[in-house]
């Protein structure tokens, strides 16, 4: 791995970005004068602009501040700006209530190099790589998850920042009118049921002043009861239902166990008793055709 570039004046700003658009106090330019010159500076602006190069960290480590993160990056380049994105606060206040780290910490962050030849050496060469450094460091062990991102500028990441502020600022006054609704709804339901026991209570006590004439207006005040009816199906009559012709024990149990000898031999007897039953009936059957037919030739 390269040796670092040691600079001075790490927190130095960008004093090449700093245009004088000041018209002059004597024997100012004209107006044209002031375009034309505001439209240099902003050309000149963007082009300096252009040539700065932003890497993305995915991961910033515990306890690292954007002071920390200039000190160790500034050894490899000039580092222009840095924005740290602060954690959540619920996970801040869970890690404080458990007795972790009271700082702040940062869950991701953005750096701007002066020369994007810089921002993509850098991220190539510490990717994946041990922070190092003193071993007394807190960061000594911690890896570098950091990416070049090509074809992207710091005022996109203004843009960016800018519309999720005012996403959630949105969200936030819709969940805002949302509760203040409910509440109203609440404390208007609130005053209806106060109002409701306010009139039964002067109405009892006009009952007990005035007697019993005056119970009949009372229903008047009082909430009207809720009779709710539920269908219910006709019983069924025991004696009604038809008792279905049943089979005897002897076949059901040649049926329940077919290949053991004894179910065999009970279900063959039962089969004999019911051929033998069919045959004497055919047999009285035949009996009686033959009387017929004798009594009807005689």
């Avoid at 949105?170 to 109203?184: G, I, N, P, V, Y």
């Avoid at 002067?202 to 007990?208: G, S």
């Avoid at 076949?251 to 179910?263: D, E, K, N």
Wanted: proline share 4%.
């Amino acid at each position: 791995m390269a040796e670092p570039k040691e600079q001075d004046g790490l927190f130095d700003d960008d004093k090449n970005n700093d245009v004088d658009v000041s018209p002059e106090r004597d024997g100012g330019p004209t107006r044209a004068g002031k375009k034309k010159k505001r439209s240099t500076n902003d050309s000149a602006a963007a082009a300096v602009a252009g040539k700065r190069g932003v890497c993305y960290l995915s991961r910033v480590p515990p306890r690292m501040d954007p002071f920390n993160l200039r000190q160790i990056l500034s050894r490899y380049g000039e580092v222009q700006r840095i924005f740290l994105t602060p954690e959540d606060p619920t996970v801040q206040v869970r890690r404080k209530q458990a007795g972790g780290f009271r700082g702040k910490e940062f869950s991701e962050g953005w750096v701007e190099f002066t020369k994007k030849s810089v921002a993509k050496r850098v991220a190539n060469m510490l990717n994946g790589e041990q922070m190092g450094g003193k071993k007394r460091s807190s960061f000594f062990y911690d890896i570098w998850n950091i990416k070049y991102l090509s074809n992207f500028k710091w005022n996109d990441l203004t843009i960016e920042t800018a519309n999720k502020n005012r996403t959630r600022e949105e969200k936030l006054a819709l969940e805002l009118s949302a509760a203040k609704r409910e509440r109203d709804f609440y404390l208007s339901k609130v005053d209806q049921s106060r109002a409701i026991k306010s009139m039964q209570e002067r109405a009892k006590k006009k009952q007990k002043t005035q007697g019993p004439a005056f119970s009949e207006s009372i229903g008047d005040v009082q909430e009207p009861k809720v009779i709710r009816k539920f269908p219910q199906n006709r019983t069924v009559d025991e004696h009604a239902v038809q008792s279905k012709p049943r089979l005897s024990k002897e076949f059901l149990a040649g049926v329940r166990c077919p290949l053991s000898s004894i179910g065999i031999w009970r279900f063959m007897k039962s089969m004999i008793n019911s051929l033998r039953s069919i045959s004497c009936t055919f047999f009285l059957l035949s009996v009686i055709v033959e009387v017929v037919v004798l009594y009807f030739y005689n």
